[in-house]
T-cell receptor, first 118, second 115 residues
Framework: AQKITQTQPGMFVQEKEAVTLDCTYD???????LFWYKQPSSGEMIFLIY??????QNATEGRYSLNFQKARKSANLVISASQLGDSAMYFC???????????????FGQGTELSVKP | GAGVSQSPSNKVTEKGKDVELRCDPI?????LYWYRQSLGQGLEFLIY????????KSGLPSDRFSAERTGGSVSTLTIQRTQQEDSAVYLC?????????????FGEGSWLTVV
């Protein structure tokens, strides 16, 4: 069964510094996708970045990058140059079976609450 | 509309009553998901619809919970005989055919309070 683990309930980072949020996953499927979402206090879920299991390069989206280590089954999110507006909950998620119409449910980790200090 | 639309945005109900929560996905999205998020917690998977395939109901917590998706578009999540522990935000999400790279978009959620 698929599983996502985020071991950091809360993290603090100084404004303008980089921070890494950890995510490990477990799956027996060869085809899967990894997602990171941001959830500010308003409650909306904001998509940040996506990494497919067959993607050879780490995904990047602006200040967000995903450190994908397939052998270790980890998909850590790196936020560079942290801003006060980055303070939020961050969720790692995984979906198995991405080939054609085989996509399945999206499973989330428990989240990491990031606080950016001025 | 352009995004996933959920209604009602807030619902207060008495214990034992039935509630229906509605989700209108993004037009053309074949995949639709329901999640539950209790205060300060992660997202708990409830049910997943993909096209004409049988839905994945493996996350429904009890037989009081059911969901349907009519015409491959709008979905309704029904909770019968509500209990206080059902109080949570119910989030709906949709995506295109879930091939590589397709983003999953979330609605703003329906806040359910059972008193």
């Amino acid at each position: 069964a698929q599983k996502i683990t985020q071991t950091q309930p809360g993290m603090f980072v100084q404004e303008k510094e980089a921070v890494t949020l950890d995510c490990t996953y477990d799956t027996s499927d060869q085809s899967y996708g990894l997602f990171w979402y941001k959830q500010p206090s308003s409650g909306e879920m904001i998509f940040l970045i996506y990494q497919g299991s067959y993607d050879e390069q780490n995904a990047t989206e602006g200040r967000y990058s995903l450190n994908f280590q397939k052998a270790r089954k980890s998909a850590n999110l790196v936020i560079s140059a942290s801003q006060l507006g980055d303070s939020a909950m961050y969720f790692c998620a995984m979906r198995e079976g991405l080939l054609y119409n085989q996509g399945g449910k999206l499973i989330f980790g428990q989240g990491t609450e990031l606080s950016v200090k001025p | 509309g352009a995004g996933v639309s959920q209604s009602p945005s807030n619902k207060v109900t008495e214990k034992g009553k039935d509630v229906e929560l509605r989700c209108d996905p993004i037009s053309g999205h074949t995949a639709l998901y329901w999640y539950r998020q209790s205060l300060g917690q992660g997202l708990e998977f409830l049910i997943y619809f993909q096209g004409n395939s049988a839905p994945d109901k493996s996350g429904l917590p009890s037989d009081r919970f059911s969901a349907e998706r009519t015409g491959g578009s709008v979905s309704t999540l029904t909770i019968q005989r509500t209990q206080q522990e059902d109080s949570a935000v119910y989030l709906c999400a949709s995506s295109l055919v879930p091939s590589s790279g397709n983003t999953i978009y979330f609605g703003e959620g329906s806040w359910l309070t059972v008193v």
